[in-house]
């Protein structure tokens, strides 16, 4: 990225975790992250990252000077996860921000709930966001240069979302949002800011798979937002350089609700 223009929003010298970079929305952000001029590194819980990671891998080195790298970590395995961050800390002697957009749904209805599907998707979704930030920040202190924190929660964590049966799912995004504001509370004195980014309905392989079992959706969703369209993983690109960089220096504890207009009918 020039820094002769807008500078304050280059990464340039940032080192910078995204946590459920496999592949889908955090993969893309990641790809915007090395464009603007940070070293990325994915976690994943995956043994390796979709076929799109090694050119976007390779592109980063070629045309960004940058290096896109892959970490298999399971946010649930905290010993784990703070020995992985520590030792990607310790090897470029900073760090300055993460993604947290590892997580997990399931769509279930509140009377066939099972406790240990609750406590699952509570464990991955809000304990392993949190367990993230937190071995991130840890670092941040401890190397001294403030850094920025998103944490991918969803519009879902606003609103009950008409006709998806998912109380878990939408329960564990409301917590997000909350706990992103005391974290950046806590960690304000620290120059750590976090933030939260609430998407709309993205069109991922994921979903894709979901329009199979539930072909109406693909033609009602839409209608849900004023913009009467789905979004795409890409439409979320810029919002991830504007959180991690300069250019957002004065936002901490807020939400940035990216769903078309859905919920604010």
């Known amino acids: 990225m020039s820094t002769k223009s807008l500078p304050e929003f280059s990464l340039s010298g940032k080192v910078i975790l995204v946590s459920g970079?496999?592949?889908?929305?955090?993969?893309?952000?990641?790809?915007?992250?090395?464009?603007a001029g940070a070293t990325v590194y994915?976690?994943?819980?995956?043994?390796?990252p979709s076929p799109d990671f090694e050119p976007i891998a390779a592109r980063a080195e070629k045309e960004f000077g940058t290096r896109l790298h892959y970490r298999q970590v399971d946010v649930r395995e905290v010993e784990q996860l703070n020995s992985v961050v520590g030792d990607i800390a310790a090897e470029h002697g900073r760090l300055d921000g993460l993604i947290a957009a590892a997580g997990i749904q399931q769509e279930t209805s509140a009377l066939e709930y099972t406790a240990a599907d609750a406590n699952r998707?509570?464990?991955v979704n809000v304990t392993g966001v949190f367990m993230t930030s937190q071995a991130v920040a840890k670092q941040m202190i401890k190397y001294g240069n403030g850094g920025s924190i998103v944490l991918i929660a969803s519009?879902?964590?606003?609103?009950?979302n008409k006709g998806l049966i998912c109380p878990a799912y939408n329960a564990s995004k409301a917590a997000v949002i909350q706990l992103a504001r005391?974290?950046?509370?806590?960690?304000?004195?620290?120059?750590?800011?976090?933030n939260t980014i609430s998407p709309g309905y993205i069109v991922t392989a994921m979903v894709e798979a979901l329009f199979v079992r539930y072909p109406e959706r693909r033609e009602t969703w839409p209608k849900d937002n004023m913009l009467g369209r789905f979004s795409r993983p890409d439409e979320y690109r810029g919002a991830a350089v504007f959180l991690l960089s300069g250019a957002s220096s004065f936002m901490t504890?807020?939400?940035?609700?990216?769903?078309?207009?859905h919920s604010a009918w």
Not at 189 to 194: G, S, T
Not at 253 to 261: H, P, Q, S, T, V
């Open 21 to 35: 970079a496999a592949r889908g929305l955090g993969l893309t952000q990641a790809e915007a992250l090395l464009e």
């Open 155 to 160: 519009m879902s964590g606003s609103v009950a």
């Open 253 to 261: 504890g807020a939400d940035l609700r990216m769903d078309g207009g």
């Open 42 to 48: 994915a976690l994943d819980l995956l043994p390796a």
């Open 121 to 123: 998707m509570f464990e």
């Open 182 to 194: 005391n974290l950046a509370m806590e960690w304000g004195p620290h120059n750590i800011r976090v």
